[in-house]
């Protein structure tokens, strides 16, 4: 992978767009990159890595990607742009940042999106790969798989940090290899196999402890101490016990069931003679009591008889009495209609009172069809009234219409002075200036803070300038003192050529130094940078405010363009006034027109309906006769009918009932003779309620079945030759409750003996099953045990090395083994570096230790025991190793392009020749190799440069000097 281009605009120091080609330093193959401290040298680097892969791990805030520069305006853009070359191919990446902008439209700030672009040269052209920075890293990652920490750690070779690498205790040593090599997987090894032994032992020592509370109770259960050694003999022997214990009162059992069964046969022997002495007994007592109550039933049968043919008389008896109380109530139904008949007719009832009703009926019905008549005639005189006050509206409408067309005619009639679309382009015209005069207003508000600003900005200008002044003059005075720390003993002086320096100036405590210089210069370029931007503001605020001169006062504008409203709100007003009027007259006239009409038909339905009325009036008078009305008249003729028909009916009802009565008295004679009675006195001593008959029927019905019972039994089979004397129960009973008492006996037993049984079975069970169960897993814990401990570096591991501690080895011995190349020909052969595998102190890791070997000694040693010279060779060395096998390790990139941070400083001459040839050495296959370094001496030995230096203005430029 070799690195062409990079192009940075808006980005860490640089505002400007900067472009650096390293093409350019190819055919030196080293160069040196230089500038003062603060620059910007390593933000060249920093721009690559953002290109890369979206992150520049120094600007560490927000995540990293806080790469814009502080130097931009708010609309200058931030760009970085990376050309390389990777596998025979040649690509482009293109990033911006996420940073806030002003807004295209309106005022305010707006965000803009972060950005990426992919494109690979195909002939003169860039096609484009990808466009999204998700896609853009996917791709990148196909092209280089380095990550972003390992790609800084090849490509810049800080040769301060592997100095300390190289020193470092075998656990500092590890995090840094931890961190390039991903090893955290090996160490998640050795905790999670940690932690399933640790858990399968704890669980194994639950279980176990589990088991030994079951064998106790066990033990505890069967009334014998726990042995030394619990076997399977002893648990055969536990339930071998409690198995004979069953047998033995399964027995017991079984016998006292067979007796209990014995004595319940003699018992109910007994009990049943006994209980056939008692039927023959009840019988007996029954059917003397049978023969004492037959005299009394005999009575009571007879009066049972005479009430029932009674009962066959009642319906004759009370039929004849409801025929007498009607009769007497149609005699008095009858009375009154007479009396009711003579108060509303004048003399006594016609001889033919059905045909006098049959007559009134007739004249109703003339009546009742006349009555609509009437109606139809007060209806007729209601709308004649209706229809006069139509006529009376209908000419007071069209006076009002008249009215309201002359109100119309008079605002026609009016003169306008101004129209409303006149008043309304003058108004528009005011606005658009008082538009102005705010404009003007809000620019004299800027200009006057702007002109503070300004005046603020020139103080603080001439302060950081009166500070610099003083830095500077001070620096000249004490510049003798300055010249005389860089003088050497022999060699010559740079003033006067002398190589003997008898008296050098001494330089004061407190003296300037170039980094308080620099501070000054920064402080002054920043002051005198705001004090320009604050006067180029306030100028171009002036110039604004001038060319708005002409603009009348904001105050009268406002007035004007409030008196100009309300002037087209006149217009607008009286304008819709004259629409409204036309329209008004048009809708008069037509409803003029239509009254007329509507008076026309009103006048000929008057005329009609007062004809009708007339007609009718004369019809109705002649049906009414004397009456007021004919409903009057219906009234009268209704009430009449009404007490001709209740005489009618009354007379019917009494001949009736009378007629009734008659038959009645014949039925009940009749009766009586055919049911045996001489007349009603003996029928009426004879009747009983029914309840009474029920209860004699009851009586004679229960002594009947009570014989029939008795004699029944007493000729039962069973009941013949009883004993005479009672059969003694009491003594079976007895036998019988102490068998039962002694089975049951045998019952409890047998079930605490078979519970106890069951309960020792399934703890021996649970105590089989558990051993079964921790045999497998002792030998589980057996093979996990061995494998964690020998990852965790603990016996059986001899090396006493973790898992990740011997790949990381394995890793640093392959660094060791290609820096060992390079610093075989850096120290002519003397040096060599060694992984160590000596075992490790108690806490600590094996196998990443490093050391030196001296060929000239055959001694190895500690790499603090170098000098401060080889240590850097050795470092140096280091660091080409490690950047080989990271490269190797993402499959064998070639890294081109190389950077090497600081470390000359440190060396003489004669070892930074060696280490300038061994940087030559690394210029093979056309490697270019950039240094950043401060030592004067490297600015002399390379001539090819790229100078990173810091603008007035305070951001930097870049500037190559091949």
């Known amino acids: 992978m070799r690195i062409h281009q990079v192009s940075m605009t808006g980005f860490g120091p640089f505002r400007q767009t900067q472009t650096v080609d390293l093409d350019t330093f190819a055919a030196h193959g080293i160069f040196l990159i230089t500038g003062r401290t603060g620059a910007g040298k390593s933000s060249i680097l920093d721009a690559v890595v953002y290109a890369l892969y979206d992150s520049a791990p120094r600007y560490a805030t927000g995540g990293g990607?806080?790469?814009?520069?502080?130097?931009?305006?708010?609309?200058?853009?931030?760009?970085?742009?990376?050309?390389?070359?990777?596998?025979?191919?040649?690509?482009?990446?293109?990033?911006?940042?996420?940073?806030?902008?002003?807004?295209?439209?309106?005022?305010?700030?707006?965000r803009e999106k972060a950005t990426a672009e992919l494109s690979v040269r195909e002939g003169d052209q860039w096609v484009g790969i990808a466009a999204q920075p998700r896609t853009v890293g996917e791709e990148l990652h196909e092209i280089l798989p380095l990550r972003c920490d390992q790609f800084l750690q090849v490509v810049l070779l800080a040769q301060g940090d592997f100095q300390r690498f190289?020193?470092?205790?075998?656990?500092?040593?590890?995090?840094?290899?931890?961190?390039?090599?991903?090893?955290?997987?090996?160490?998640?090894?050795?905790?999670?196999?940690?932690?399933?032994?640790?858990?399968?032992?704890?669980?194994?020592?639950?279980?176990?402890?589990?088991?030994?509370?079951?064998?106790?109770?066990?033990?505890?259960?069967?009334?014998?101490?726990?042995?030394?050694?619990?076997?399977?003999?002893?648990?055969?022997?536990?339930?071998?016990?409690?198995?004979?214990?069953?047998?033995?009162?399964?027995?017991?059992?079984?016998?006292?069931?067979?007796?209990?069964?014995?004595?319940?046969?003699?018992?109910?022997?007994?009990?049943?003679?006994?209980?056939?002495?008692?039927?023959?007994?009840?019988?007996?007592?029954?059917?003397?009591?049978?023969?004492?109550?037959?005299?009394?039933?005999?009575?009571?049968?007879?009066?049972?008889?005479?009430?029932?043919?009674?009962?066959?008389?009642?319906?004759?008896?009370?039929?004849?009495?409801?025929?007498?109380?009607?009769?007497?109530?149609?005699?008095?139904?009858?009375?009154?209609?007479?009396?009711?008949?003579?108060e509303v007719v004048d003399g006594p009832p016609p001889t033919d009172l059905v045909q006098h009703r049959d007559r009134l009926t007739s004249d109703l019905a003339v009546l009742t069809a006349r009555l609509a008549d009437e109606q139809e005639l007060e209806r007729l005189r209601a709308l004649a009234g209706t229809l006069t006050e139509q006529l009376d509206d209908l000419g007071r409408r069209a006076d009002d219409l008249a009215a309201q067309a002359l109100h119309h005619d008079a605002v026609l009639e009016r003169e306008v002075d101004v129209s409303a679309e006149q008043a309304g382009s003058a108004l528009e015209r005011l606005r658009d200036?008082?538009?102005?005069?705010?404009?003007?207003?809000?620019?004299?508000?800027?200009?006057?803070?702007?002109?503070?600003?300004?005046?603020?900005?020139?103080?603080?200008?001439?302060?950081?300038?009166?500070?610099?002044?003083?830095?500077?003059?001070?620096?000249?005075?004490?510049?003798?003192?300055?010249?005389?720390?860089?003088?050497?003993?022999?060699?010559?002086?740079?003033?006067?050529?002398?190589?003997?320096?008898?008296?050098?100036?001494?330089?004061?405590?407190?003296?300037?130094?170039?980094?308080?210089?620099?501070?000054?210069?920064?402080?002054?370029?920043?002051?005198?940078?705001?004090?320009?931007?604050?006067?180029?503001?306030?100028?171009?605020?002036?110039?604004?405010?001038?060319?708005?001169?002409?603009?009348?006062?904001?105050?009268?504008?406002?007035?004007?363009?409030?008196?100009?409203?309300?002037?087209?709100?006149?217009?607008?007003?009286?304008?819709?006034?004259?629409?409204?009027?036309?329209?008004?007259?048009e809708r008069i006239a037509a409803a003029l027109a239509d009254l007329g009409v509507q008076r026309a038909a009103v006048q000929q339905r008057a005329a009609t309906t007062e004809q009708q009325a007339d007609a009718l009036a004369a019809t109705v008078a002649r049906v009414r006769g004397d009456s007021g009305s004919v409903v009057e008249r219906i009234a009268v003729v209704t009430g009449h009918l009404e007490a001709t028909s209740r005489l009618v009916e009354a007379r019917a009802a009494d001949e009736g009932a009378r007629e009734r009565l008659r038959e009645c008295g014949e039925t009940l004679a009749a009766t009586l003779d055919q049911n045996g009675f001489a007349d009603e006195g003996e029928f009426a001593q004879a009747r009983l309620d029914a309840?009474?008959?029920?209860?004699?029927?009851?009586?004679?019905?229960?002594?009947?079945?009570?014989?029939?019972?008795?004699?029944?039994?007493?000729?039962?089979?069973?009941?013949?030759?009883?004993?005479?004397?009672?059969?003694?129960?009491?003594?079976?009973?007895?036998?019988?409750?102490?068998?039962?008492?002694?089975?049951?006996?045998?019952?409890?037993?047998?079930?605490?003996?078979?519970?106890?049984?069951?309960?020792?079975?399934?703890?021996?069970?649970?105590?089989?099953?558990?051993?079964?169960?921790?045999?497998?897993?002792?030998?589980?814990?057996?093979?996990?045990?061995?494998l964690a401990r020998s990852v965790h570096g603990e016996s059986p591991n001899t090396r006493r090395m973790r898992l990740e501690s011997y790949v990381l080895a394995a890793e640093l011995e392959q660094i060791v083994v290609a820096a060992n190349l390079r610093l075989h020909a850096m120290s002519?052969?003397?040096?060599?570096?060694?992984?160590?595998?000596?075992?490790?102190?108690?806490?600590?890791?094996?196998?990443?230790?490093?050391?030196?070997?001296?060929?000239?000694?055959?001694?190895?040693?500690?790499?603090?025991?170098?000098?401060?010279?080889?240590?850097?060779?050795?470092?140096?060395?280091?660091?080409?190793?490690?950047?080989?096998v990271v490269t190797n390790r993402a499959g064998g990139i070639t890294l081109d392009t190389l950077f090497i941070d600081e470390g000359f400083g440190s060396l003489d001459a004669e070892t930074l020749e060696v280490a300038m040839q061994t940087l030559d050495g690394l210029r093979q296959n056309g490697r270019t190799i950039g240094l950043i370094s401060h030592v004067e001496t490297m600015k002399e030995r390379l001539p090819a440069q790229l100078a990173v230096e810091r603008t007035a203005d305070g951001w930097s430029r870049v500037e190559a000097r091949a």
């Open 828 to 884: 002519s052969g003397r040096y060599a570096l060694e992984r160590s595998d000596v075992t490790a102190t108690r806490g600590s890791n094996s196998g990443l230790e490093v050391r030196v070997r001296d060929e000239y000694t055959g001694v190895t040693r500690s790499p603090e025991s170098l000098s401060g010279g080889e240590k850097f060779l050795a470092s140096l060395a280091l660091a080409l190793g490690l950047a080989e």
């Open 433 to 585: 200036e008082l538009a102005l005069a705010r404009k003007r207003a809000a620019a004299e508000r800027e200009l006057a803070a702007a002109q503070v600003e300004e005046l603020q900005r020139g103080k603080a200008r001439t302060a950081a300038s009166t500070v610099l002044d003083s830095l500077n003059e001070r620096r000249l005075a004490e510049y003798a003192g300055t010249l005389a720390q860089a003088l050497v003993k022999g060699e010559p002086c740079a003033v006067c050529g002398s190589a003997e320096h008898p008296a050098p100036a001494v330089l004061a405590d407190g003296h300037v130094t170039e980094e308080a210089l620099d501070e000054a210069r920064q402080a002054f370029d920043r002051a005198d940078h705001a004090a320009r931007r604050a006067g180029e503001q306030a100028a171009a605020l002036r110039a604004t405010v001038q060319g708005w001169a002409e603009v009348r006062p904001l105050d009268e504008l406002t007035a004007a363009v409030r008196e100009a409203e309300d002037a087209l709100a006149r217009a607008q007003q009286a304008e819709q006034e004259r629409v409204d009027s036309r329209a008004a007259k």
């Open 691 to 786: 309840a009474a008959i029920a209860d004699l029927s009851r009586r004679i019905e229960k002594h009947e079945a009570l014989r029939v019972a008795s004699q029944t039994a007493l000729a039962a089979p069973e009941l013949q030759d009883l004993p005479a004397e009672p059969v003694d129960i009491q003594g079976p009973q007895a036998v019988h409750a102490q068998a039962r008492e002694t089975c049951e006996a045998a019952t409890i037993r047998y079930g605490s003996v078979e519970t106890s049984a069951v309960t020792a079975h399934r703890l021996a069970t649970t105590i089989r099953s558990a051993w079964a169960t921790h045999a497998q897993a002792r030998a589980e814990l057996a093979v996990l045990d061995r």
């Open 65 to 110: 990607k806080q790469v814009r520069s502080t130097h931009c305006t708010p609309d200058e853009p931030t760009r970085v742009e990376l050309v390389f070359s990777a596998a025979g191919r040649t690509y482009r990446v293109v990033r911006t940042p996420e940073y806030p902008r002003p807004k295209v439209r309106g005022t305010g700030m707006t």
């Open 166 to 342: 190289l020193v470092a205790s075998s656990e500092d040593r590890q995090k840094l290899l931890r961190t390039l090599f991903r090893s955290e997987r090996f160490s998640d090894y050795d905790v999670e196999l940690q932690r399933r032994a640790g858990a399968l032992r704890q669980s194994l020592r639950e279980a176990e402890s589990g088991t030994a509370a079951t064998i106790s109770a066990l033990a505890q259960h069967a009334g014998r101490d726990v042995p030394e050694e619990v076997d399977e003999a002893w648990i055969a022997q536990v339930l071998e016990t409690h198995d004979a214990d069953v047998e033995l009162a399964r027995g017991d059992l079984d016998q006292a069931t067979k007796e209990v069964e014995a004595a319940a046969e003699l018992l109910q022997q007994a009990t049943e003679l006994a209980e056939r002495q008692r039927r023959f007994a009840r019988a007996t007592e029954a059917m003397t009591l049978v023969v004492q109550q037959a005299p009394a039933i005999a009575a009571d049968r007879v009066r049972r008889d005479l009430a029932v043919a009674a009962q066959s008389v009642e319906v004759a008896h009370r039929a004849r009495v409801v025929a007498a109380a009607r009769a007497e109530e149609a005699a008095a139904g009858l009375a009154a209609a007479l009396a009711g008949f003579e």
